[in-house]
């Protein structure tokens, strides 16, 4: 016996049949911990490759990319943004998930992270993503806001 997922793919039916139908259900519904580390990993090998192509890749088509000290960015403006940042000289990263949880088409991931020139930390702080399932049963960043840990500059005063 295995599962038969109804058209929308939010419920499930009892069928006779080939287990291999449960093993594919259960892969394409459920985000595990190594999807958001190949979508992390993805990002600092961006980073580090100076690829904003292949960084602009892990966002949904409608995606938002909320950055600190700057209007959002979407479509385009995703890799154009990563592009700067690396034009800046960030050469690299670390990401950290803290939690993750997935509620249908919907996960949203907390954690830290550093970013690199070089070998020198030159940045550290906190992020939330809202990661999206695709049509295809991919998962992609469809929401990505972070702030930094450190103090923000204080104009001087005159």
Do not use: C, F
Request: no cysteine.
């Amino acid at each position: 016996m295995t599962l038969r997922a109804s058209p929308d793919g939010r419920t499930l039916s009892a069928v006779e049949g080939s287990a291999s139908l449960v093993s594919h259900l259960a892969g394409r519904h459920i985000m595990s911990r190594s999807h958001v580390d190949a979508l992390n990993a993805t990002l600092t090998q961006a980073l580090e490759k100076n690829d904003s192509g292949l960084l602009a890749s892990i966002y949904s088509p409608d995606a938002r990319l909320l950055p600190p000290g700057s209007d959002p960015a979407t479509g385009q403006g995703i890799q154009a943004y990563w592009q700067s940042v690396m034009d800046m000289g960030v050469t690299g990263g670390r990401l950290e998930t803290v939690s993750l949880e997935e509620r249908d088409d919907l996960a949203v991931e907390e954690g830290r992270y550093e970013m690199q020139v070089g070998s020198e930390v030159v940045d550290e702080g906190k992020y939330v993503v809202v990661h999206r399932r695709q049509p295809d049963g991919d998962w992609k960043l469809a929401i990505d806001i972070w702030n930094s840990n450190q103090s923000p500059q204080t104009p001087p005063t005159g």
